[in-house]
């Protein structure tokens, strides 16, 4: 049975970030993953994970000024500079907070854009060598056009072709459900073509982003697919609860309290 992780940064958000720690382990997680845990010193985020007993299944490295519309530095040749410290910052917290897996976002170019493809090559050959210290794998994640236009890695096929073409032992593909099946559909094939390479499995429902099992997927399915397949890392729950995230946790039921 697949091992869940719950992701505080869309999960539990009727609480404060570092309370959601608890709330995730009191319903039955225990992992948790998140996307930007950098207004709180890792040393809090490690006391959080280690008392509410939860393994860390996966956080992002920062992303450039989200506000001002950075989604991610990776791919941006003007931008390397900060890109590698934005690393060396999140492989600093993944050693304090017990990380083994971390997504580095590409950012926004067209993926035609040669520059963008060969600056986006360099910054995984050094996020990978770094994070490798520290022995860590970094995810590469394909993202829809519809939720984050202009994104320079918006294809299943062109992250498993760059993966074997950069040859790193420990740059993984991030294969979310949601991203998979709004680009390509094809879920259980792409998962199991696919699955050598795949770091982190994440989860939603389609369209509407809410509680697997709710939307044109049949998740269970799924989860049974990745069994048969041997898939033994986590599955993030990376949806937006319709109601209170509690009430929409029937699925969970069969699941809770397995690892
Ligand atoms: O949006 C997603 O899907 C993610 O996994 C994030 O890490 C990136 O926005
Ligand atoms: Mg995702």
Request: charged share 20%; glycine share 8%; with cysteine.
């Amino acid at each position: 049975m697949p091992r869940f992780a719950a992701n505080l940064t869309l999960m539990f958000g009727e609480r404060p970030f570092l309370d959601r720690f608890a709330a995730a382990a009191e319903a039955g997680f225990g992992a948790v993953e998140f996307l930007f845990p950098y207004e709180h010193p890792p040393e809090t985020i490690a006391d959080r994970l280690r008392e509410n007993q939860l393994t860390l299944a996966l956080f992002n490295a920062p992303p450039g000024d989200w506000a001002a519309g950075d989604r991610g530095l990776a791919c941006l040749p003007a931008r390397s500079v900060e890109f590698r410290s934005s690393v060396e910052h999140a492989v600093t917290y993944a050693r304090a907070i017990g990380a083994t897996k971390l997504h580095v976002m590409a950012g926004i170019a067209p993926p035609d854009d040669r520059a963008a493809s060969n600056a986006y090559r360099e910054s995984l050959r050094f996020a990978c060598d770094r994070a490798g210290d520290a022995d860590l794998d970094v995810l590469i994640e394909p993202l829809n056009g519809r939720d984050m236009p202009g994104y320079h890695l918006a294809d299943f096929n062109r992250a498993a072709d760059l993966i074997a073409e950069l040859a790193l032992p420990n740059l993984k593909l991030q294969f979310d459900v949601y991203h998979r099946q709004i680009m390509h559909g094809d879920v259980l094939t792409g998962l199991q073509t696919l699955a050598p390479i795949i770091g982190h499995v994440q989860i939603a429902s389609v369209p509407r982003r809410g509680e697997p099992n709710t939307g044109e997927l049949n998740d269970t399915a799924i989860f049974d697919a990745l069994d048969r397949l041997g898939y033994s890392g986590f599955v993030g729950c990376e949806y937006r609860p319709v109601g209170s995230t509690e009430e929409g946790l029937g699925w969970f039921a069969l699941y809770r309290n397995r690892g």
